[in-house]
């Protein structure tokens, strides 16, 4: 947010000229909401629950789009030998690869998506949860007189609401608050978030206002009282990023895409050095597929180097020394789980001048808080990132500025690591793999073309990942004359209603809990991350008592009442996720369907068992793939923030 170094000159100007602007809308903002699709209409009694759909595809039957797998002959592969073919290939299944074959697929394109492990496993689930401009951004674009900076917030404003809109059900405004502890950065910040507002236009979500000391301490009271001065409050958008993330590949399949988790590209498929296909390797079965394509499409964010240097061999094979220029600039973001009681339950906190420079918020998501983040650079992009204990002791020691009672290590339930996907233009990167110039260095995102005709989409936020999607899809059609003719239509995701939200409205959660008399806990959760997809889960919660047990008591406990327990994450939801949303591993489910592993790390593990009890009866699972999964799932949670030499941790067996 705008920071103290800046010089009184800039303040002065700054705050006067805006104080006419701050006092009227102070008087009249408190209420106005510019989202008209976020009003809530009138009960419809007559409104009736979806209570039954035709289940999508199985994961077999899509496989079977792919052709018959292809008996290996070694890595002279001939294209004729593809037994499938695809207007385009999108491979990497997070935020950016999901919108894209979303895009394509609505305007008529024949799509597949491929994702080396499960939608959303990599950044795209460990992000600050933030559908927002980044007020930061217009700090620089302000102070820096950069239009880029500017383009960047107006663009990713116009973004927010497109977030909100498409997926209420997963999404939601949120109001952040500054805490206040000097008289002259009240204006000035006041100034700052008014200017937010008004660049975006006509999708503000609701006026910044001022808060007294009095009234802050009422909506924070956990901020320190001490040379409190008030509070300046904004607005911004959040969400459920991986669940997001999932529904776009859900809604790109419902529109005629083919998207497949746990497929690996090992290769790629060239003619007269072009890329037109993958050769890509079953990880659940060790089949291969050879597939061709009129475009293949890089969204595989912090990653992109690893296809961009594949694309750079004759043969389309991985180098075996990795090549010059890299063009992701990897920094990695570490983020804290905290108990509800470090922050508002309907409101958030944002602390505007970290030592570091940074800023840091502290949001309630999902009944818990989340805090972060930092900025570490990395040398090389890490497949599985994890926070450092530094890291987490640093959000600690930020937090244990604001506010009034101990911050304890203890109280961190789950932590993660995201890689931010900043890049650089290989045309602006000498053979060494040095910047030639700043303008290499790529803030927004950046859609770059290879000599040999590998698109790769990187760079960007989530809050982009629409307009990131159809940038690269619109160029994509640009350079292959052959998509030209198969397209039908232009781009119509600005205001495409995804899964989940076509029947969803804010009464949901109220007629939830009356058809199927469950308690609200339970109905909020199902109704704010599945929409009208929740009623599906609650026939399958009502059929038998296992289904009502919540997952970390399976193999624990006899089936019976739910409303004894912490958490909403029931066996009904784990089948669903199963048929419906293309779970196959544990982790799928614990840390990316139901978001358990997120939020309650300790909890999480000890459901592991029960989880991959339910996972083998469902999949039909071998003991020994049983077996390694539970071993692979406990890993992998055991570097989710848990207390070093804590007993829960350290006691549990592999």
């Not at 994509?476 to 209603?497: A, D, F, M, R, Y």
Request: proline share 6%; net charge neutral.
């Amino acid at each position: 947010m705008f920071k103290t170094r800046f010089s009184k000159t800039a303040l002065a100007l700054t705050s006067v000229s805006l104080s006419g602007l701050a006092l009227a809308a102070y008087v009249n903002s408190r209420e106005v909401t510019q989202l008209k699709q976020h009003s809530v209409s009138k009960s419809d009694d007559t409104k009736e629950l979806r209570t039954s759909r035709v289940p999508p595809p199985t994961r077999e039957e899509l496989l079977t789009r792919l052709g018959t797998p292809y008996k290996s002959k070694g890595d002279d592969l001939e294209l004729a030998d593809a037994t499938s073919a695809y207007d385009l290939i999108v491979v990497g299944g997070g935020a950016t690869g999901t919108g894209t074959a979303l895009d394509a697929t609505t305007r008529g394109l024949k799509v597949l998506l491929l994702e080396k492990t499960d939608f959303a496993s990599g950044t795209s689930s460990k992000s600050t949860k933030m559908a927002h401009g980044g007020v930061r951004y217009l700090e620089k674009a302000i102070f820096q007189v950069s239009k880029a900076q500017l383009d960047l917030v107006v663009e990713a404003l116009n973004e927010r609401a497109s977030i909100l809109n498409n997926a209420p059900h997963l999404s939601q405004i949120l109001p952040i608050l500054i805490p206040v502890y000097k008289y002259w950065q009240l204006p000035y910040f006041f100034a700052g978030c008014l200017l937010y507002d008004l660049f975006a236009g006509s999708q503000a979500l609701r006026y910044s206002y001022v808060l007294s000391a009095r009234s802050t301490l009422i909506k924070h009271p956990q901020l320190d009282p001490q040379g409190l001065v008030g509070g300046l409050v904004y607005h911004d958008g959040l969400f459920n990023d991986a669940r997001l993330n999932s529904t776009l590949a859900l809604t790109a399949l419902e529109n005629g895409a083919t998207i497949l988790n746990y497929m690996d590209v090992t290769q790629l498929l060239k003619v007269s050095g072009k890329v037109k296909g993958v050769k890509v390797t079953d990880r659940e079965t060790g089949n291969q597929y050879l597939v061709s394509a009129d475009a293949v499409i890089n969204a595989t964010g912090p990653l992109s180097d690893k296809l961009l240097e594949m694309s750079q061999d004759p043969q389309g094979l991985p180098l075996k020394e990795p090549a010059k220029p890299r063009m992701v600039v990897p920094s990695g973001g570490v983020h804290v789980v905290l108990p509800d009681w470090y922050c508002s339950k309907d409101m958030g906190l944002l602390d505007p001048s970290t030592p570091d420079g940074r800023v840091m918020f502290f949001l309630p998501w999902q009944g818990k808080v989340i805090a972060g983040t930092t900025d570490t650079p990395f040398d090389k992009v890490p497949e599985t990132p994890v926070p450092s204990e530094v890291e987490i002791q640093d959000i600690l020691d930020e937090l244990r500025r604001y506010v009034s009672f101990p911050v304890k290590r203890e109280d961190v339930l789950s932590a993660w690591c995201g890689v931010r996907p900043l890049v650089r233009d290989p045309s602006h990167i000498d053979p060494n793999g040095e910047t030639k110039s700043t303008q290499g260095l790529v803030r927004s995102h950046l859609v770059y073309v290879s000599p040999s005709d590998l698109i790769t989409i990187s760079g960007g936020k989530w809050t982009t990942y629409r307009e990131m999607a159809e940038d690269v899809v619109n160029k994509t059609i640009e350079l292959v004359p052959e998509l030209q003719s198969k397209v039908k239509n232009g781009c119509v995701t600005k205001h495409l209603k995804l899964v989940g939200a076509n029947g969803f409205d804010h009464t949901l959660v109220a007629r939830l809990s009356q058809h199927y008399h469950v308690p609200d806990l339970l109905s909020n959760h199902l109704a704010n991350n599945y929409g009208d997809r929740a009623p599906l889960i609650l026939e399958l919660y009502k059929k038998d008592k296992e289904n009502r047990l919540p997952i970390s008591l399976v193999g624990k406990h006899e089936p019976g009442s739910y409303e004894d327990f912490d958490h909403p994450f029931t066996v009904a939801e784990l089948k669903y996720s199963i048929v419906y949303e293309y779970a196959r591993h544990p982790i799928d489910f614990l840390a990316r369907r139901c978001r358990l592993a997120f939020l309650d790390s300790n909890t999480a593990l000890e459901s592991v068992d029960g989880v991959v009890s339910i996972m083998a009866k469902e999949l039909n699972w071998s003991k020994e793939r049983a077996e390694a999964y539970s071993i692979q799932t406990k890993e992998y949670i055991k570097h989710m923030g848990l207390v070093p030499n804590e007993t829960s941790f350290w006691s549990m067996p592999a």
